[in-house]
């Protein structure tokens, strides 16, 4: 049976990233954090902006455009997934501090974004 369980030492997803105190558990912090910053680094529509998809001559600005956007989109399911199996740890404080990370970051980036 699975569950969660408060321990000061625990192994990170690989076994050398052995954490014994709480300065080690910080980079469950780290990516929830600036989650939100990386989901607005580049609009999401490409299709809204007619500009970028006149055809011949802007070709290449949408294509490196569409690269990035990929690039990071990757790096954001990469690192989640990372996140994803830091909490499958089971420890109780990891999995606390990517709730509090996620929690951090929204609320610093949310009134950047223009929305709120």
Same mark, same amino acid.
């Given at each position: 049976?699975?569950?969660?369980y408060?321990?000061?030492?625990? *192994?990170?997803?690989?076994? =050398? ?6 300065? #080690?558990?910080?980079?469950? %912090?780290?990516?929830? !954090? ?10 999401t ?19 490196w455009?569409? *690269?990035?956007?990929?690039l =990071?989109?990757?790096?954001?399911v990469v690192? #989640?997934?990372?996140?994803? %199996?830091?909490?499958? !740890?089971?420890n ?8 509090a ?13 223009g929305?709120?």
């Amino acid at each position: 049976m699975m569950t969660f369980y408060f321990s000061d030492t625990v *192994v990170l997803l690989f076994d =050398f990233w052995s954490v014994h105190s709480p300065t #080690g558990r910080l980079p469950a %912090l780290g990516y929830p !954090s600036i989650h939100p910053s990386l989901s607005a680094a580049l609009p999401t529509s490409l299709l809204s902006q007619p500009s970028l998809m006149a055809f011949p001559l802007s070709l290449p600005r949408w294509f490196w455009f569409h *690269v990035a956007q990929t690039l =990071f989109h990757v790096l954001q399911v990469v690192l #989640g997934y990372m996140v994803m %199996l830091a909490v499958m !740890s089971y420890n109780a404080w990891i999995f606390l501090g990517a709730i509090a990370g996620s929690t951090l970051g929204y609320f610093m980036v949310y009134p950047l974004l223009g929305r709120g």
